[in-house]
């Protein structure tokens, strides 16, 4: 079983940044591959950014350039560095685990490969 517990989120002007992390409560088989969804109200979860346990990342176009994706081993924590924040941006965004690295590079935009979620944190960003 893994635990996760997203921070970091809040309100922001439109060109702003926010970091967010994810402490995870073991750093195990099950987190070969470790990524960001978010959601907006009405709108489907958006895989955002992905990374295995080789550190291969992958992002969506709409967030390539502007948000990073990393982690820390030694301190059992995923984080998303976002820059050039804009409304769009705006959401709810989870962490989420999953063992299936082989699937995490090309299914990072597919929810059902991940097993274990995080509760959210919610970005809002001002125009």
């Known amino acids: 079983q893994v635990h996760l517990v997203e921070s970091g989120g809040g309100s922001v002007q439109s060109g702003g940044s926010l970091k967010l992390s994810c402490a995870a409560s073991?750093?195990?088989?099950?987190?070969?591959?470790m990524g960001w969804f978010r959601q907006a109200p009405g709108k489907e979860r958006e895989g955002v950014a992905v990374i295995d346990s080789d550190g291969n990342i992958n992002y969506a176009d709409s967030v390539k350039g502007r948000f990073t994706i990393s982690q820390d081993n030694a301190k059992n924590t995923l984080y998303l560095q976002m820059n050039s924040l804009n409304a769009e941006d705006t959401a709810m965004y989870y962490c989420?685990?999953?063992?299936?690295?082989?699937?995490?590079?090309?299914?990072?935009?597919?929810?059902?490969?991940?097993?274990?979620w995080g509760q959210g944190t919610q970005v809002t960003v001002s125009s």
């Open positions: 073991t750093y195990t088989n099950f987190r070969h591959c």
């Open positions: 989420a685990a999953s063992s299936l690295r082989s699937l995490c590079y090309n299914e990072y935009k597919n929810p059902r490969i991940f097993g274990y």
